[in-house]
């Protein structure tokens, strides 16, 4: 997008040392700048003193940034804390579980049929039944057992029965 147009900058060069040949004590005092120093030394107190109620809010917006900060800070060393006891709590449930799972897999052991029986031969002496030790006991067939239940006394309590039955 270059274009072939030229640009005469001779004029504006003409027009600015016209200015110069026409007033140059003019032109001379137009470079300085000066300011009273009466009004930038009152300015500069006026500035320091102008808005202490601005001041204030900012020094108490700053206090609550470093509060909030504090309290940020402080939260994430009370998680670090809680997460080391965390820790702390998982690897002695881990021991406590292994340790649980020998002491079950010792009393299992103990109890064992084959243990029982061989501690039952050694200790008290002890042996399986054979068939001298067996007696046979034979009963008459004449002799029987017979539950009897109670008459009922009547219509009245018949009754009375089964309204306390419905009821129970």
Not at 122 to 139: A, F, H, P, Y
Request: charged share 20%.
């Amino acid at each position: 997008m270059h274009s072939g147009e030229a640009y005469d900058f001779s004029m504006f060069e003409e027009r600015a040392n016209r200015q110069l040949r026409e007033e140059p004590a003019a032109a001379a005092k137009n470079n300085m700048l000066t300011m009273p120093e009466d009004s930038s030394q009152k300015q500069a107190k006026v500035r320091l003193h102008k808005h202490p109620v601005r001041a204030a809010a900012c020094c108490a917006g700053l206090a609550m940034m470093l509060v909030v900060l504090s309290t940020f800070v402080y939260g994430q060393v009370q998680l670090s804390e809680l997460a080391v006891e965390i820790s702390n709590a998982n690897s002695t449930l881990s021991e406590q579980q292994s340790l649980y799972t020998q002491l079950r897999m010792q009393n299992d052991a103990r109890q064992s049929l084959t243990t029982i029986e061989t501690e039952a031969k050694q200790k008290l002496g002890m042996r399986k039944i054979d068939s001298s030790q067996m007696e046979t006991v034979e009963m008459n067939s004449s002799d029987k057992a017979q539950v009897l239940q109670k008459t009922s006394g009547g219509f009245l309590t018949q009754l009375w029965n089964r309204i306390c039955d419905l009821l129970s």
